[in-house]
């Protein structure tokens, strides 16, 4: 275990639906990010969060809402998906000190989702 | 717009052979290089980090390379095992990106027969 966990592990949805997506990190981090992660394609970074406040949006669309209540949780609100939204999307985190600092992302397991 | 690419995209091997996975990546002003692990239906495992002015990196059975100038990485197995078989993602940081983005490659996909 890395100490991020992700809730639902499997999820299907149809287009009209609204779900969310759950992260959360035991580790003391400061910095929270969302990846997709398609078949053959590799891990695209979505949002990142540091100090709960969003600095990175990566071109992302309006269906994808992120939310970050404090640094130890990230959710990714989803509503009128399409069918190519289907993918494995990944929550990391990681101790930010600023620009410079040596750190590791730790990953957490994903959520499959699937949208019919 | 940096890009990563690994070769090959999937490798068969039998047990105890040495294996080399390759990585590239085309602009140089990179900050660090990591190579990570995923296992099927699991997240990413973090298994070296070369800093840019490192040139290699050893753990265990695993030696990663780093040549900044060329734009390559190699991650090198030795004596492979049957539970080496998972997918390897490369990614680097960009030296003049805030924050801890980092860019991936689509993986090499290794399975390692017994």
């Known amino acids: 275990e890395t100490g991020v966990t992700q809730t639902p592990r499997h999820l299907v949805m149809g287009m009209t639906n609204k779900k969310s997506l759950k992260c959360e990190q035991h580790?003391?981090?400061?910095?929270m990010y969302w990846y997709k992660q398609s078949a053959k394609k590799p891990l695209e970074l979505m949002f990142v969060?540091?100090?709960?406040?969003?600095?990175e949006n990566n071109s992302v669309p309006s269906r994808f809402s992120p939310e970050c209540p404090n640094s130890s949780h990230l959710f990714l609100h989803l509503h009128t998906l399409q069918p190519e939204d289907s993918a494995l999307y990944l929550c990391?985190?990681?101790?930010?000190?600023?620009?410079?600092?040596?750190?590791?992302?730790?990953f957490g397991p994903g959520t499959r989702l699937t949208v019919l | 717009k940096q890009e990563v690419t690994q070769i090959p995209a999937a490798l068969s091997v039998p047990e105890g052979e040495n294996l080399v996975l390759n990585c590239s990546f085309t602009?140089?002003?990179?900050?660090?290089l990591q190579w990570f692990r995923q296992d099927p239906g699991k997240g990413l495992t973090s298994l070296l980090l070369?800093?840019?002015?490192?040139r290699e990196q050893t753990s265990g059975r695993l030696n990663a390379s780093l040549d900044k100038s060329s734009g390559r990485s190699t991650l090198y197995i030795a004596a492979s095992q049957p539970g080496d078989s998972a997918t390897y993602l490369c990614?680097?940081?960009?030296?003049?990106?805030?924050?801890?983005?980092?860019?991936f490659g689509a993986g090499t996909i290794l399975r390692v027969k017994s």
């Open positions: 990391a985190s990681s101790q930010e000190v600023g620009r410079g600092a040596v750190d590791t992302q730790y």
């Open positions: 580790l003391g981090h400061n910095a």
């Open positions: 969060y540091n100090f709960k406040e969003q600095t």
């Open positions: 602009d140089s002003a990179i900050y660090n």
């Open positions: 070369i800093q840019s002015s490192q």
């Open positions: 990614a680097v940081r960009n030296t003049m990106e805030y924050g801890n983005k980092l860019v």
